[in-house]
Structures are given as C-alpha cells and as structure tokens.
C-alpha cells in the first residue's frame, strides 16, 4: 500500500471520531475567538511551572496542529518517548464542565498504516476491560494526536515497595482482564510493561495503553493490524527503515541466514553464533556465554541440522565469512528487552498473544520481588541469558527447540525456586518469618515452603481478622500463598505453546475469592 493510500485509509477511520467531537466539545463555529492565538500565548507564560522546552513543544504542536487551539487547553507535557510525545489537556465541554484529557502526539514519520493500527486497537477493543479508549483524533498532514481519556496514575517504581500484596492481587487480576480483551480481538500488545499500564491506586482504576507496536493475529478481525504487520516487513527487508516499525530495531548481534531449500520451496533459517561471554548477569554475577543457532524447521533442528545448512562456525563462538554475508532473520522483536518471551528473543517468527503473557510476568515477577526492572538488558541475548539465570539454561534451551530454535550455552545455570528467589530479594525470607514468631523451624530449603503456605493460605481464604491484622504490618507480604509462585510459574513458561493465557490466568485460584 502507498503512503497515499494509506493515508486514505487513516482518514477513514479519522472522521468519525472528529465528528463526535464536533457535537461533544464547543465547535470553534460556535464562537469566534480572535484573540485565541494571544490567549494561548498568555495563559502558557502564566503557567510558569512548565520548561522553556515544553513550552515551546506546546507552541509548536499548537502549530501543527492548530484545530486543537479552539478545542484543548494543553497544561502539560505527561510523557515522551521515541515515538509520541504526550500532553495533559483539558476541553471545555458544552455543559460548561472541563474534562481532563490525554493528547498524543505521533512523530510525524509514522507510517499511516502503524498509526491507523493503533487508532484500531484503541476503537475495537478500548474503552472496556481496562484497555484505554480513544475520544477523538486530529490530523493536519503528518502530524496526528490521538485524544484519550486522562487517567491519572503512580510511577510504578515509587510505588512497588508500599503495595500491599492484596494490592498486587488486583493489579494483576485487572492486567489479565485488559489482556483478555484485547487477545479476544486476536490484538498482540507487544510492548506490555509497568509505563504501558497505568494504574490509579487510590481509585483503584486501570489502563492498557499505548498500542503504537500492537499487531493483528487474527485475520478475520483486525485486518488493518495484519496490513501494517505485513508493510513493516517489506520495509525492513528492502531499506532501513526509520519509521516506527515492529521490525524497526535491528539485532546486530544475531547473524543468521535465509536458505532456499533446494527439494522445497521452504524456508529454512540460520542465524549464528553470538559471544555473550563478556556480559554480566543481573542475579547471580556468574559470565555465562550463549550462542544461539536458529533453524526456522523445528523438525530439522531436533533431528540434527541437515549438512547443507552447516559450516566450519558451527557451534564455535565465531561467526565466519559466509554467515557474516548471510541474510538476517526478519522477526517482530520490538518492545522492550528486559520484557520480551524467549521466542521474541530468538527471532521467532511466528508469535503470538502469548509474549504478552510473559511480559505480565516479567511484572508479576518486579512486584513479588520488590525489583524493578527485574531484568536490564541492552540487547537480547543479554536479556536471554538473564532468563536462563532464572529459569535455567537446560530449560530454556529445550523450550526453544520446540518452537524451532537451538541455543547454545557454554555454562549449565541451574533453574531457581520463584518463592525463594522473591523472598531474598523482597527481603521477607523464611528466616524473617521466623522472627515474627512463624513457630516451626524450617530450613532454608525451598522445599519446606508448600505445607506453611497452605496453612496460611487458608486463614487468609477464611478472612480470619487476627491474621489479617498482623498481615498488615506486613501488607500481607509474610502470607504469600503458593498460588502466586504456581501463577508466576505459569506466566514465565518458556513455551509459549503451553504458556497460560489470559482468560486461564483470571480463572486461577491465585485470584478465588478477590475482593474488587
Ligand atoms: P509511547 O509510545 O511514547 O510510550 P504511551 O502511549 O505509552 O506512548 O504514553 C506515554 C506515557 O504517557 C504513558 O506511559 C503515560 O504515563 C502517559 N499516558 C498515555 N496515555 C495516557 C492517558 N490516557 N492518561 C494519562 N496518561 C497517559
Ligand atoms: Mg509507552
Ligand atoms: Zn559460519
């Protein structure tokens, strides 16, 4: 599809909105404001409060966006990443009343098709389940703002050591909720992290937003998701591409290979060996070095590689000349590193909803542990090598072989107890449950866990109110049952085949009986 086209297309889905908007808010045709310009220019020096910089981004998107003069009072600038800039505004309504909304600002090199996705995901799937909605849209050549709702809400890291664990319980339940109704769509949200939902602690309000890299699974549904899904990988193979693009970033670390099979007309794919040995691990401060091999036929890949398809690098932690000179794999891998499955991190090229499981995960596992991020990683297979310190190297390495990949690992690193793991690093491990008088002398052993915390598991299903007093000193966090690790364990499956879903997640029995 041209950009012109494209264009069309986004325009299409531009003037409903615009209308509603026409009738809702204060038409500029109504009253004619010729001092609005000055107006603006005064009541944006009062508010001395905003920089210099955000002063002038407000002039300038005013500027080019200039239908917005008459309609929103841009207040301040809430968030700004490589791809939007996002403003608090209010709009004057026609009943007098002024709402607080949320304004973004696409770059202007987004392509129309990745910006009429995500206006998608917002239409079909927002507004309900705690998955932000879109008010109205606004376009002037290049430049876009998206209106939504405002929801004001914690920075996630200022927050995580006070949230009491029943908070975490209903934090959790209304992310499956949002992911559940976004995956019902057959929408992948693919960048799934604390800053992408947001959260209102005291009205106890949830959001999913930014949708800026959501892709369509299900070819019925959301066909535009599929066009833009299939747009950015024409790009990427032909040219670099500068625009937001889930194939935008490139690995430069991977090598890999496209062979045209000479008996079939599949593909088969090869990516390379990696040196990793010199990166540093988040848990444990132990150098492990990965080499990753990949075999788009997972079949092959089990039964040994076929001889064609190998060459005196294999499995040596260099990459020679003819792999250097090969092709790289073309997989969706955008999002954000220390949240992305092992098949994002591997180039798999089929994905589903499912990386967005593992990435509520990754959140499950910051609020148990009290760490965020849980994993800091600069590139994948740092990221890759951090999951292996978690969930082991021989478990990972196996769950990739079922879904078409081989990883190579020079160093066995065990898979660790999830319980044990948050519990040291939240600091509220079984020794400091002893000093609270817990009673029975348990070793340090994870497996002397499981009968303690059915015991306290059951006090706490039967709301016993002496329990749940002391609970309070410690928010809970000394009575977290083992349906939580179960629940952990489920999100963080390095198979995304078997990996829990979100409808499965909110039937767990980590949330029977949740109070909402
Ligand atoms: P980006 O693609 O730049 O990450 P997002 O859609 O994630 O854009 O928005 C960036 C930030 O702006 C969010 O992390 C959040 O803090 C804020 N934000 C976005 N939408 C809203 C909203 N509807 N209400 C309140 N804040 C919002
Ligand atoms: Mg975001
Ligand atoms: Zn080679």
Redesign the pocket.
Known sequence: MCPEVALEVLDSLLLEPFFVMETALKSPCDEQHPQQAEDLHRSLEQSSKLSAGVKKDIEKLYEAVPQLVNVFKIKEK??E?T??S?YLATAQLQTGYEEKM?L?HLIPTSHPLRIAAELQCLTVAGGQDNV?GVKYCFRKNDHVVIV????E?ESFLDILNSLSFEEVREYMFNLFKALRRIHHFGIVHRDVKP??F?YNRQLKKY?L??F?LAQGTLDTKIELLKTAHSEDQQEDSVHHSVQRSVFGERNFNVYSSTYQDSTSTKLIKQSKMIDVSSRKLVTKKKIISTKTVSNGAARKAASGCPLNLLCDCYATDRVCSVCLSRRQQVAPRAGTPGFRAPEVLTKCPTQTTAIDMWSAGIIFLSLLSGRYPFFKASDDLTALAQIMTVRGSRETIQAARTFGKSVVCTQVVPTQNLRTLCEKLRGTNSSCKRSQGEGTSRSENSTAFPAAADKHLQNFQEGDSALEMKATDMKGWDLVPDEAYDLLDKLLDLNPATRITAKEALLHPFFKDIRL
């Open positions: 809430i968030g990443g791809f939007s996002v949320a973004k932000m939504m709702p405002y929801l809400h800053s992408n947001l959001a937003v930014d800026g």
